[in-house]
């Protein structure tokens, strides 16, 4: 899997001043218990456990080191199921390593989530309310922030009405005006580019960038190529769980188009083999 | 217009490592500390949306007790012909509290569930969802006390200065009740069969209590008898300190006036609690960093 491009683990061990980091994974490996996840019915858990079966474990991200400077605009690229949103849910504090270990300095936020603290049966201007104390804030800074949001959301009246009321699309306004509103040190985005309409997109593409010019760091996972080569400095590769480059963003972005485009030939070439199977099948 | 940078700047640093029991314990104080304007928030938008979907609104408050008591009166007095002075006064100072706490425990197993969404996508202390169930029910038992005040004008002879220590009470009971929920909760993350299991336990656990009946009723009844270590089984639940308090100050007894509740029970059965809690809180603080995986 490694076999295109060395991780340079040791990029940071040599990188001058040890101090000056935002952001600091060393060696980080998550591990998901299945027991717990998928849902075992007792009967199968005796049956595992009197017939000894190893308990079934699967590491979502392994030996990943980074170091993320202050400055800079990391983005996060890989397959569907690669492990990149459980990258940020360690730096985000969400997820404790199961390896290695995460240091953060400043304060970390995340748009992981369009709908924060969302009640269906309170009004917009709760549900804000509620949002920003979800996110940490302070009842002061909110009442600071909270004409700001309810004028980024533009819900006109329809703030006082409960929630259950509102279209996706307004809610979707409303949590993304909830969600920008802390001011972080360091700014994790979680495919947040991709939803509403065209004005919103346009709008929210807007308020991201000015997010990433006022944070200290980013890090973005996305599936925008032209995003990442666009707006950020960076760019590591993940595919299943490990990290296959990292460097110039053009060059990883590169390195992934081939990749995908590699696996999708062999997909096809898979597809094409199992037609002939099956033409084979049919024809005798 | 983005929040003024006048919040500690802070970071944070996670290793597989955890932390020991008291690290726990204290992270978990600090928690609930730091958050208490967010349980405050959750405590009122539970309030409102027990009230926004009915055309009484938070008038069931105060109707929720009385029906559940009429019940018990017509099933105690009129089926079972038992006859207990002022009895509808001396099964509403149970049906009370036991509505709270039931209440917290139910609503408390799947406050962590529930917000599966907001779990795996912001890291906020987990530990304030069970304690706003927990603390949402003061305010329904706090309500619960104009119904109560309205059958005690009923039996206006069984009013007392020792009312005033119904606060103490329900102090013991929160600390209790806190214990319970922050432990079903999180036990419900990992096993959901725990929902369906607590609110048949919780029916037992009533009708085990003296609720419905007092302690010394059983007493008289004679089934103590022969197994003597039933009476001990029967007074070490919590519920039978609690309900025994909150009658004695209430009701007082089926030929007695209201006096003061047994102080000493009432501060064993508190340490007990606090002891409790703090395990409750260490289990939780331990089992936390897993919920945004599991859920």
Redesign the interface.
Known sequence: MSDVAAVPLAAFDDAGQPDDFAMLVEDLGVRYDLRFNRKTPIRQSISAALTRQPTRQFWALRHVSLRLLHGESLAVIGPNGAGKSTLLQVLGGIIRPSEGRVEARGRVSGLLTLDIGFDRQLTGRENARLGCAFLGLEDSVTRQIMPGILEYAGLGEFIDAPLKTYSAGMRARLGFAIATSVDPDILLLDEVLATGDAVFRQKSKARVVELVRAAKAVVLVTHDMQWVTEYCNRAILIEKGAMIMEGDPQAVVELHRERTAEARARAEAKAVAAGADAKALVGR | ???????A????????ASPGPLALLSEAIADIRS?R??VR??VE?DM??RG??TLLGNFWWVMDPLLQMAVYVVLVTVISQRTIPDYPLFIFAAILPWKWFNAAVIDATVSLVEQD????????PKIVLPLAATTAGVAGFTFGLIPLAGIMLLYADRISPFLLFIPLVAVVQYAFTLAVALLVSAGNV?F??LGNTTRHLLRLWWYLSPGLYSLALLDESGIFRDLPVLRVLASANPFAVLFEAYRSIIYGSVDGPPGPPDLVSLAVLMTGSLLFLALAMMVFKRLE??F???L
Not at chain 2, 1 to 7: E, G, K, L, P, V
Not at chain 2, 9 to 16: C, E, P, S, W
Not at chain 2, 117 to 124: A, D, E, G, V, W
């Open positions: 217009m983005r929040a003024s940078r006048d919040q700047l802070t970071g944070f640093r996670t290793d597989a958050r304007p967010l928030y959750l938008a409102k949306r926004s979907d969404r907001l779990i795996k996508r912001i890291s906020f990992f959901r069969d960093p897993n945004a995986k599991v």
